[in-house]
Nanobody, 124 residues
Framework: QVQLVESGGGLVQAGGSLRLSCAASGRPFSTYAMGWFLQAPGKEREFVTALRWNGGDTYYADSVKGRFTLSRDNAKNTVYLQMNSLKPEDTAVYYC?????????????????WGQGTQVTVSS
């Protein structure tokens, strides 16, 4: 089992920045990919970004390209989501996700491990 713990959410004005962290524990060596999804009020959870734990491609949703950056610290089993130029429409609960099988899908059901979520609110 892999446990994911997120931190770093909060309230920020439009144009500002936040950095989210997601620490993996349990059996992180079995993790193939990690990423982030968001869920806005009344909407379905949707893909934001993901990367392969051992290197390679990082994928971003079109809505965040050029503004968000996903990185990892292998020694700390942690991924970081740097969010810049935030917009009110970025307001959502952000969930860290991980999968232990090859592939880098964008579908929620393809990820077997989830964090508890962290709220990001961007005021206009």
């Amino acid at each position: 089992q892999v446990q994911l713990v997120e931190s770093g959410g909060g309230l920020v004005q439009a144009g500002g920045s936040l950095r989210l962290s997601c620490a993996a524990s349990g059996r992180p060596f079995s993790t193939y990919a990690m990423g982030w999804f968001l869920q806005a009020p009344g909407k379905e959870r949707e893909f934001v970004t993901a990367l392969r734990w051992n290197g390679g491609d990082t994928y971003y949703a079109d809505s965040v390209k050029g503004r968000f950056t996903l990185s990892r610290d292998n020694a700390k089993n942690t991924v970081y989501l740097q969010m810049n130029s935030l917009k009110p429409e970025d307001t959502a609960v952000y969930y860290c996700a991980a999968r232990s099988s090859p592939g880098l899908p964008i579908s929620v059901r393809e990820y077997g491990y989830w964090g508890q979520g962290t709220q990001v609110t961007v005021s206009s």
